[in-house]
């Protein structure tokens, strides 16, 4: 709870002003406010936090303004541009009218391009560019399906050359050829160990910026599962 | 003491939080209150949501001057900048987005197909899995409505324009020599590989004032940008092998291939009705080079070389020994286009084409050379004044030179040449008033100085959306063409041969199905005449043709009603007449078919990991002239029939076994007649019917991909 600090501090600040022999306290108190509040959270995490929060409520929408919000105030941070689109993206997965999943993915596209502009070949969003091809191969694969499924395969690879030890790109590079392997019938085990990889990628990964996208531990986890049922069936 | 503290503490709070509320209410056009649109102060962290009712009020701690954002999906993005406390009681009426997928657009005459196509008729693999159409695209083109089935020729023919009439574009650039030469009675191939493009856009009539010199039909094909990884293709074919080699590098990329066909072994397995002296044999060769410069410009450099030679004797009425046909053909094409965004939303986009065809030819004893150089030079400027406004507008110019040296029998030399030169230029205006409603005006100049002759072509196009799923477009225009070298070579006092277009369009869409009808009027004035029986140097010549063709285009593509099948079916209803060449009156010409219908269905059997196809041809019998009748272009040919079927075999993620047989039951099918030149001691004109060299083509091709990803395949490459 980022916000407690700070609420209580005004508390203080209410209960104080009752007591007027404690002024100098209380001016203590006013500049140790601001101070308190400047370092306790910038409106930055504040409107990032705001959002992440939105998002797990499952109130997409209101996350994507909020991103889009900030994104429009920190025009020099990836992250905002990169989650507006991020969310937006994955919520097109559930669409079931084109007109209403090509709006929302050219909405997203323009936010991917934006976080593009501003922090070059970065794999986070270059895996968002794959989601979103995915969000459209989904939705009609015998349309999207020829044309995106090779330009996925050369994000997975451009990707994959940049940061080769990424957690995230090693597990979309393997979710996807698993995919491929299991229209032709092919065995599964060797991407089963590249999600092994993409595992502990994930518990080394030091997780040193914040709001940056570190999730995909528990997805990784799932995948591996039922990887290992399929191929104890076998 | 305790007064003035607290007084300094309100004041503080106060300024601290000395707020504005921002209120108002979010519409769209027509008043309806949008829900959930994002209202905020740029730059600042302040805003909020409308609610159901479209209303929103949010505080502020901004002062002065400030941009405030409503945004919302399918509506265009509102700005306002004032002072902050004038930010009360807004009423913000949000403009559609005129981007998106449910948004009218300006489509008569025209289908599309590939990615960036809203309403696409052919999906960028149908255009080389067509059962019936080997891998040309130009035979998947064929089972769209307008075009007419002329089974000995193979080229386009639209809505009763001859197949010059169509001209194909290579991202923007004129293709001067599209077909590849075959014997009489031999269909022709496209010689442009089909997996070099990502979109086709093909108009039956109504274009662009962008495009020229073209009387019925333009093919516009746009080739790749940018290619996926690197890769080799390697295709073993019955009729011969090829091989492709695409490299990538971070800001160029090369993709070369060459193809070696050769006709020989399929023909002594099944042979045909000629007598091949030398088979069909072809070598050929691309390359595309393409380079990005900067981030958003393009330069794309595509070469292509080709060598065909055959030797033939076909069955003739009046010899009895048949005519004797040989060819030597190559032919050189380059194209070289760039594209780059300006300043200012501008955007720019230039080119230059140039073709070089050479063929030598033997007619029994006859000799022909014929050597044909032509260059398009091209430059379009468009400028984005807003997604409901661009201008674009260009120049162009066209050089040919044609020279053609006779030698007879006799060895009497005849050599004639040309200089034909034509300078254009155009502007067009794309245009949405809503949502609902579009147009597309042009005007198009065209100079000749071959002939002196200025013509000036109007070009309007609109849409309306008439429902949630239909809309319904007109279009009208003027179109000008150049009679063709045939006559240039002996005479140069024309003009430019006309249609008028006139076409209204009925579009219906819903969930993977499309519906279209689209009825048309054409209407032909200034077509060449002349006065014996092939052009010669002393026939008379004129522009006092004229004729007409007028139809209605059906179209029905259903993706959705069976599970893993799509199929489309298209109908032509054409009625048209014309007095051109050495027509003595007014007729029906024999290329135009009065019904043409097809049927094409595509079935994925994935625990096959096959597609199998199918397609079925209708065209009702073509016009031909009876000696023994005495009457002009009246008796009618048998109907055409053919059933043709395709299956493709994934083995393995990059090796595809593919097979396709055409006119599956051997109907045997007429392409018309050939009567003798002399009657016989009865007053009888004898005669013999012209069939197809073969009823069924079998075909069967490996294709094998090695990638460095092990994906990729040669899927559409068939």
């Known amino acids: ?234 | 003491m305790k007064q003035f503290f607290f007084l300094v503490l309100v004041i503080i709070q106060l300024s601290l939080t000395a707020q504005t509320t921002i209120y108002g209410k979010v519409t769209d056009s027509k008043g309806v209150p949008i829900a959930g649109a994002n209202v905020y102060l740029d730059g600042t962290y302040d805003g909020t949501a409308t609610a159901k009712n479209g209303k929103f009020s949010f505080t502020t701690e901004e002062k002065g001057q400030q941009t405030l954002i409503v945004s919302f999906i399918s509506f265009e993005t509102f700005y306002t900048t004032t002072i902050v406390k004038n930010l009360s009681n807004l009423q913000i009426k949000l403009r559609d987005d005129v981007n998106t997928l449910d948004a009218v657009t300006v489509n008569a005459g025209s289908f599309k197909a590939g990615e960036n196509a809203k309403v696409t008729a052919l999906k960028p693999l149908d255009i080389v899995t067509t059962a019936g159409a080997m891998g040309d695209f130009i035979g998947a083109l064929q089972t769209l409505p307008g075009t007419s089935n002329v089974a000995e020729d193979g080229r386009l023919f639209v809505r009763g324009g001859d197949a010059e009439e169509t001209q194909i574009f290579v991202d923007g650039m004129r293709v001067f020599t599209p077909y590849s030469p075959t014997a009489n009675n031999i269909p022709t191939r496209g010689r442009l590989s089909p997996f070099l493009f990502k979109g086709i856009t093909f108009s039956t009539g109504g274009y662009s004032a962008e495009y020229g010199q073209a009387l019925s039909s333009v093919l516009l094909l746009n080739s790749i940008d940018e290619p996926e990884e690197n890769k080799t293709d390697i295709s073993l074919m019955t009729v011969g092998l090829g091989v492709g080699n695409t490299q990538k590098w971070k800001n160029n990329s090369l993709s070369i291939n060459a193809s070696y066909i050769n006709l020989k072994p399929y023909q002594e397995l099944y042979p045909d009705s000629n007598e091949w002296h030398k088979p069909v044999q072809s070598l050929g060769g691309e390359a595309v080079y393409r380079h990005k410069i900067n981030d958003n410009g393009l330069l794309k450099l595509y070469g292509a070389f080709s060598a065909v030679t055959f030797d033939v004797t076909q069955e003739d009425i009046n010899t009895e020994e048949g005519t004797r046909f040989g060819m030597k053909n190559r032919n050189l094409y380059f194209n070289a286009s760039y594209k780059d965004f300006l300043p200012n939303d501008w955007s720019v986009q230039t080119g230059v084409s140039f073709a070089n065809d050479y063929s030598d030819i033997d007619i029994v004893s006859n000799n022909v050379k014929d050597t044909e150089s032509a260059a398009h030079f091209k430059v379009k400027l468009s400028k984005f004044y807003s997604s409901r406004f661009r201008l674009n507008f260009g120049s162009e110019y066209f050089m040919t030179n044609f020279k053609e040296d006779y030698i007879t029998d006799t060895n009497e030399n005849y050599n004639f040449d040309f200089n034909t030169n034509i300078a254009a230029s155009f502007v067009e205006a794309n245009i949405f008033f809503s949502k609902k409603l579009a147009a597309n005006i042009g005007l198009r100049g065209e100079y000749a100085s071959l002939f002196n002759d200025f013509t000036v072509s109007p070009r309007v196009s609109v849409a309306y959306k008439s429902g949630a799923n239909s809309q319904v477009s007109l279009a009208y225009g003027q179109f000008y063409q150049n009679p063709k070298n045939d006559y240039l070579k002996f005479n140069t006092d024309f003009s430019a041969e006309n249609t008028s277009h006139l076409i209204a369009n009925y579009q219906y869409v819903k969930n993977k199905q499309i519906f279209r009808a689209e009825a048309y009027y054409k209407d032909y004035n200034h077509l060449v005449k002349y006065n014996t029986e092939q052009p010669l140097q002393t026939s008379n010549y004129s522009n006092s043709g004229s004729g007409f063709a007028k139809g209605l285009d059906l179209f029905w593509r259903d993706n959705k009603s069976i599970k893993n099948t799509e199929y489309w079916v298209s109908y032509s209803y054409l009625d048209t007449e014309r007095d051109y060449k050495n027509y003595p009156t007014k007729a029906t010409p024999s290329f135009a078919s009065q019904h043409n219908a097809s049927l094409v269905i595509k079935h994925f059997i994935t625990n096959l990991k096959s597609q199998v196809g199918l397609s079925y041809n209708f065209a009702s019998g073509r016009n031909y002239t009876d000696p023994n009748k005495n009457d002009f272009l009246s008796s009618k040919a048998k109907n055409y029939n053919a059933v043709n079927a395709n299956w493709a075999y994934l083995i393995s993620q990059q090796k595809i076994l593919y097979f396709s047989v055409s006119n599956v039951f051997g109907t045997q099918n007429v392409n018309g007649y050939q009567f003798k030149n002399q009657a016989n001691t009865n007053g009888v004109f004898e005669s013999r019917t012209i069939r197809p060299a073969a009823d069924r083509f079998f075909f069967v091709g490996f294709f094998w991909t090695i990638s460095e990803t092990k994906k990729d395949n040669q899927l559409d490459n068939l």
């Not at chain 1, 518990?203 to 986890?221: C, D, H, M």
Request: aromatic share 10%.
């Open chain 1, 1 to 234: 709870m980022h916000n407690q600090p700070k609420v209580m501090i005004f508390d203080e600040t209410i209960n104080s002003n009752i007591k007027f022999n404690k002024m100098k306290k209380i001016a203590l108190l006013l500049a140790f406010v601001c101070v308190a509040t400047i370092s306790a959270q910038t409106p930055y995490e504040k409107g990032m936090t705001k959002a992440f929060e939105l998002w797990k409520s499952n109130e997409s929408t209101k996350a994507i303004q909020m991103f889009e919000r900030i994104s429009n105030v920190e025009k020099d941070n990836w992250l905002p541009p990169y989650y507006a689109a991020t969310v937006e993206i994955i919520s097109a997965f559930e669409i079931k009218d084109e007109t209403v999943l090509t709006a929302k993915l050219n909405k997203a596209k323009s936010f991917l391009d934006i976080a593009d502009t501003l922090s070059k070949n970065n794999p986070e969003i270059l895996m968002s560019y794959a989601l979103l091809n995915t969000a459209y191969i989904a939705f009609d694969g015998q349309k999207y399906g020829m044309i995106l499924s090779g330009k996925n395969v050369a994000i997975y690879n451009k990707a994959l050359a940049i940061v080769p030890n990424n957690p995230r790109v090693v597990l979309g590079k393997a979710e996807w050829d698993m995919g491929a392997a299991k229209f032709f019938g092919q065995p599964l085990e060797p991407f089963c160990k590249d999600v092994k990889k993409a595992i502990e990628l994930f518990k080394k990964e030091e997780q040193t910026i914040k709001f940056y996208p570190y999730s995909g531990l528990g997805r990784a986890n799932e995948i591996l599962e039922k990887c290992e049922k399929k191929s104890s069936q076998n």
